[in-house]
């Protein structure tokens, strides 16, 4: 038997069945029939995220991750959403939101009046080359 610390509560236990010691394998075998109901009684098409039913449920996300990586939750393992889709979500809304400002913006005020651009130290001290 060796001393580990639990991957939720942080306490140090002697490890005889994994990473959590045995409050936190307690709680997680009475929440584990409030998750499940709530997956179920989701639509199919509704994909799930282990941040949003910790919302939902008020529970810790430790707690959701643990079930998923003990197998409780694979049977529904298709519904979740990885995180790395939500970040690539996240970072497609993000860059759809700074585009958009920047198609509206119009060309520059020399570009739409014929002249052909200078340069910055040109523009500033009406100096041009030819």
């Given at each position: ?74 049977q529904y393992a ?53």
């Open positions: 038997m060796t001393l580990i610390t639990c991957k939720i509560c942080g306490r140090l236990f002697n490890s005889l069945r994994g990473e959590l010691c045995t409050r936190c394998l307690d709680r997680i075998e009475t929440v584990y029939p409030r998750i499940r109901e709530y997956i179920r009684e989701r639509p199919m098409q509704e994909s799930l995220s282990i941040e949003g039913i910790a919302t939902v449920m008020q529970l810790d996300p430790l707690y959701i991750k643990s079930l998923v990586e003990m197998g409780y939750l694979d298709d519904r979740f959403k990885s995180e790395k889709e939500e970040d690539e979500q996240k970072k497609k809304v993000f860059f759809r939101c700074i585009r958009e400002p920047m198609s509206v913006q119009s060309a520059p005020q020399h570009a739409q009046q014929g002249k052909r651009s200078k340069m910055y130290g040109q523009d500033r001290y009406k100096s041009s080359r030819r």
